[in-house]
């Protein structure tokens, strides 16, 4: 069991075990650092300090105020730069302590920001559990489309408007269907949070040759919370027959730490089995998924944050292996920074609804907050947070939190 010089609280989500890459600023512009406990690690300045001297070309990705340069250096590279903080965490005589006054920053003095210049940005259909649930509430006598367990089914959505945990939502405008068939043009009013992963891909692959499944996993960098923030009344009007697009398009937030493959290795479980088998090129052993409790809150204006969803992402139908080949299967190529989010993570109970949309039957059913306070979908100056970890025996590894508060309608 390693041991730190450094006090780390022992519910962290920031073990020694984990180590997250991220980009923070002070006083100083962004830059790279690692998530340790309530500290970060200036990685910029720890280079200055020759810590990584097998990597003296690396500078400059310690310095850039995103990670895909970082990224690109390849897992090799990542691993080192943890491995090697892990040691100096251990090592009481380290540059890392020695200079800790340099090296270490409280994380509540510094600011977060995006950590990656996202290209593209791929959204599954990944659970089952979700996409049965969704089914039934529109479709109760063909839940699932006879298309879903034969492949992983998802849609392209917007790079642009992925926002770092903190940055608030304005409630969106949109076309709104009404019983005459004649849309209405106004705010939605039924503002809906999506519970999801997102793998961020590690490496580019090559435009006309699909990556295989055996493969897959290679490509991945790491992971995030995702919030994909959905306007349903207005996805109602517009899905088909081409599925969301203005619904989805204005924000979807994300934690702002990066976990590692490496960090991520502790918590594979099976994935559950699939009936019928897939067709060959998405068939692959062990199929794994990742043990790893979600959670969502909802905090009102002046209230009390309260818990209203409490999951695990170990049930999700489609593994990202299976996600990543299908992906590709075209000889459509990934790029470095990309994100494959999960969608909507899901279980059978109400309380393990990843979103409002399944938790109040389409909004037939109002989840009670503190007080006796309802909600269908999300009111203005609602606090979504999402939480992540993993854990097992004294290993813990967790992706901190992912905020989002709803901001009025401005038009």
């Known amino acids: 069991m390693l041991q730190s010089w450094l006090p780390i609280p022992p519910d962290s989500d920031f073990s020694i075990h984990n180590l997250p890459f991220g980009i923070f600023s002070d006083e100083r512009p962004a830059r790279a650092g690692l998530a340790i406990g309530d500290w970060v690690v200036d990685l910029a300045a720890a280079y200055a300090l020759n810590m990584f001297p097998h990597y003296p070309e690396a500078g400059s990705a310690f310095r850039k105020p995103v990670l895909n340069e970082l990224v690109a250096l390849g897992r090799g590279f990542s691993d080192y730069v943890r491995n090697t903080v892990q040691t100096a965490l251990c090592d009481s005589h380290s540059d890392l302590k020695q200079f800790s006054n340099h090296l270490l920053i409280p994380q509540k003095k510094v600011q977060m920001h995006m950590p990656l210049k996202v290209g593209n940005y791929t959204d599954f259909y990944s659970s089952e559990e979700h996409a049965f649930s969704v089914g039934q509430l529109f479709r109760p006598e063909n839940p699932l489309f006879p298309n879903w367990k034969h492949l992983p089914v998802a849609y392209h959505g917007r790079a642009s408007s992925i926002v770092v945990s903190g940055t608030p939502v304005p409630r969106p405008w949109g076309q709104i269907g009404q019983t005459s068939g004649i849309p209405a043009f106004k705010p939605t009013n039924a503002l809906d949070y999506e519970l999801e992963l997102a793998f961020v891909i590690g490496k580019d692959s090559a435009i006309g040759r699909p990556v295989s499944i055996a493969e897959a996993e290679d490509y991945i960098f790491g992971m995030v919370l995702f919030n994909d923030w959905s306007a349903r009344d207005i996805q109602r009007w517009e899905y088909q027959p081409l599925g969301p697009f203005t619904s989805k398009n204005f924000a979807s937030g994300i934690s702002p730490w990066v976990v590692t493959w490496e960090a991520l290795q502790h918590f594979r479980v099976p994935a559950p089995p699939q009936e019928p088998e897939p067709l060959p090129y998405l068939v692959h ?122 901001l009025p309608a401005v038009r």
């Not at 007080?371 to 979504?384: A, I, M, P, S, W």
Request: charged fraction near 20%; include cysteine; proline fraction near 2%.
């Open 285 to 406: 052993q062990p199929r794994q998924n990742f043990d790893l409790c979600l959670s969502v809150s909802v905090k009102p204006h002046d209230g009390q944050e309260v818990l209203v969803c409490n999951n695990n992402a170990s049930g999700i139908y489609w593994t990202i292996a299976q996600q990543i080949a299908h992906h590709t299967v075209t000889g459509c190529n990934l790029q470095t920074g990309d994100l494959l989010a999960t969608g909507t993570i899901s279980g059978k109970e109400i309380s393990q609804k990843g979103c409002l949309l399944e938790a109040t039957l389409n909004g037939t059913q109002p989840i009670t907050l503190h007080n006796g306070v309802g909600r269908r979908f999300l009111e203005d100056h609602d606090e979504v947070i999402m939480h992540g970890f993993g854990q097992k025996g004294d290993i813990r590894v967790g992706f901190g939190e992912l905020r989002g508060k709803v």
